[in-house]
């Protein structure tokens, strides 16, 4: 009972803390609220999380991550794709490396291998949080597409990272070489698993509902639960579960694109969705915020082994590392600048400097992180406590605030005025896609008049609704006051409307479909479109049959 007690507690804080982003004046980014949230309750509350780190992983990030590859723009991050790889993993490779080595510089007292750890950790950016901050920033899509890009894939690198930091420090050990073919091993087996369950399980549940129906509440729960399937099974097989997640993700949008599910069926699956990864980020940022004074306490212990006694000690260490990571980045994202435009022979774009330093500031870290950092062990494999657990929880937590507000204080400045070029592809795309739809639509709604007024005594009636549905409406509004035969006729005009409407619906949706299948419009504007009829498709459908 208390366990569900602290859940729903935890549920109510994230309510509360997306009220005082809405409705205060002072432009900060959810997160924040949350953190301070749970700060709070850390502090006065009586409520203390007990953690195990192995649970807290499998709930919160294969549902966050197959999310995340579910809804990544594909066409755009494949443009844009030697960017995000170079960002994704030679940044994180040389994150891992580069503060690794300067956090246990800076503090001895760290053993190298956690060092190394924490550096994996802070390593991956977070969208959500990025994202967050966007509401407050005019950060460009462009941009956007290639922060996201990168999260998705730095997610995946980061973490199997820190698998093997965490396995240097409970064995002692390391081998470049074997651990370049584990890293082979677990990053292709866990996205071959991915790829495989998820094709398997979408492919037998799209069979059964052609043979017995399909009901918008299993699909749902069978989307929730193929990420948690994905995770598990590359963990059984100990390759990468969260590799295996992002791609499930992936391959999740590559198979909706066959438009199988109803529309009632997307709508409510999507919101479901929306539901999960606006409570699981909410949560894991509160967690942090409770956290923190109980860790605090605790670093502060690890830092006195070092030689300090000041608390403020953390404080130093947490900017010194944000600014590490904040000069890597600044160097990594101007030498990837220098070798796309030589790659491309284009001239370099002005104010360079104001977008490369807005790249930078803009790897916020976030839940990821977090998440990340709270699955180190808590021992040895001989029993005794895992160095420094505590203080590099702390860091990674401090890390994330002081990036989100560096972010939110700086962002908006740098980002005035600035524009990236824009590819005009994909509102082409969208503009064919709309116009192709309409002369779809337009010639089954001509066949199906055809075919339902074919033997009707009131064949005329099916032409007039078919060529003009808005003289329908006037004709409908002038004919509601009117009674007996004329009422009868109002219900009769609205049967055969609706099922010319929803006629012309699913034939625009199998054109866009049909589009994405081609590779003739982007996933991300397919979603729209598919989004608005399957809104116009479901309050159509619930209406009343004539």
């Known amino acids: 009972m208390e366990t569900i007690t602290v859940v729903l507690f935890l549920l109510f804080c994230v309510v509360v803390s997306d009220l005082l982003a809405r409705t205060l004046p002072i432009p900060v980014p959810r997160p924040l609220y949350q953190i301070a949230l749970g700060g709070v309750i850390g502090l006065f509350a009586d409520l203390r999380v007990v953690l195990e780190p192995d649970i807290f992983f499998l709930l919160f990030l294969p549902p966050l991550l197959f999310l995340d590859g579910w809804h990544i723009a594909r066409e755009e991050v494949f443009k844009d794709r030697f960017v995000i790889l170079e960002l994704a993993f030679g940044l994180v490779f040389l994150t891992v490396l580069g503060a690794g080595l300067f956090i246990h510089w800076m503090i001895p007292a760290m053993p190298l291998a956690v060092a190394f750890a924490l550096a994996a950790v802070v390593s991956p950016t977070d969208p959500i949080a990025v994202s967050a901050i966007a509401k407050h920033a005019p950060i460009p899509k462009r941009m956007m597409n290639i922060l996201e890009g990168e999260s998705l894939l730095n997610d995946a690198s980061g973490l199997v990272c820190l698998r093997f930091a965490v396995a240097a420090a409970l064995t002692g050990g390391f081998s470049l070489t074997d651990a370049a073919l584990e890293f082979l091993w677990v990053a292709l087996a866990g996205i071959a698993v991915g790829i495989s369950l998820t094709w398997a399980v979408t492919r037998s549940k799209n069979m059964l509902a052609r043979r017995i129906g399909e009901s918008s509440a299993t699909q749902t729960l069978i989307s929730l639960l193929i990420p948690f399937g994905s995770y598990l099974v590359a963990e059984h097989l100990d390759c990468s579960g969260i590799l295996a997640a992002v791609a499930a993700g992936v391959t999740m949008s590559i198979e909706e694109s066959s438009g199988q599910a109803q529309a009632a069926t997307r709508i409510r699956r999507n919101t479901v969705w929306d539901t999960i990864q606006f409570a699981a980020n909410g949560v894991i940022f509160v967690i942090l915020g409770e956290q923190l004074p109980a860790i605090l306490e605790s670093a502060a212990e690890t830092v006195r082994v070092t030689g300090h006694h000041e608390p403020w000690w953390l404080g130093i260490y947490v900017v010194a590392i944000c600014l590490g990571l904040a000069a890597l980045r600044f160097l990594w994202v101007w030498a990837s600048l220098q070798v796309s435009l030589l790659r491309t022979g284009q001239k370099r774009?002005?104010?360079?400097?104001?977008?490369?330093?807005?790249?930078?500031?803009?790897?916020?870290?976030?839940?990821?992180?977090?998440?990340?950092?709270?699955?180190?062990?808590?021992?040895?494999?001989?029993?005794?406590?895992?160095?420094?657990?505590?203080?590099?929880?702390?860091?990674?937590?401090?890390?994330?605030?002081?990036?989100?507000?560096?972010?939110?204080?700086?962002?908006?400045?740098?980002?005035?005025?600035?524009?990236?070029?824009?590819?005009?592809?994909?509102?082409?795309?969208?503009?064919?896609?709309?116009?192709?739809?309409?002369?779809?639509?337009?010639?089954?709604?001509?066949?199906?008049?055809?075919?339902?007024?074919?033997?009707?005594?009131?064949?005329?009636?099916?032409?007039?609704?078919?060529?003009?549905?808005?003289?329908?409406?006037?004709?409908?509004?002038?004919?509601?006051?009117?009674?007996?035969?004329?009422?009868?006729?109002?219900?009769?005009?609205?049967?055969?409307?609706?099922?010319?409407?929803?006629?012309?619906?699913?034939a625009e949706r199998s054109e866009i479909f049909r589009r994405v299948r081609k590779y003739q419009l982007g996933s991300e504007r397919a979603r729209k479109l598919i989004r608005e009829l399957d809104l116009l498709e479901t309050r159509y459908s619930a209406e009343p049959k004539g």
């Open 349 to 506: 774009p002005p104010r360079h400097w104001r977008l490369i330093t807005a790249m930078s500031l803009s790897g916020v870290r976030g839940a990821i992180t977090l998440a990340g950092v709270l699955t180190l062990p808590l021992t040895m494999t001989d029993g005794t406590a895992f160095p420094a657990r505590d203080l590099a929880i702390f860091l990674a937590m401090g890390v994330i605030i002081v990036t989100m507000v560096v972010a939110t204080v700086f962002l908006p400045l740098l980002l005035n005025g600035l524009e990236m070029s824009q590819d005009s592809t994909a509102d082409d795309q969208e503009a064919a896609a709309r116009i192709a739809a309409a002369e779809v639509a337009i010639a089954e709604i001509e066949r199906v008049q055809h075919s339902m007024a074919e033997g009707a005594k009131d064949a005329d009636l099916f032409v007039t609704v078919g060529a003009s549905l808005m003289d329908v409406y006037r004709e409908r509004v002038r004919s509601r006051s009117q009674e007996g035969e004329a009422a009868v006729l109002v219900r009769r005009v609205d049967w055969i409307e609706r099922e010319m409407r929803l006629a012309a619906l699913r």
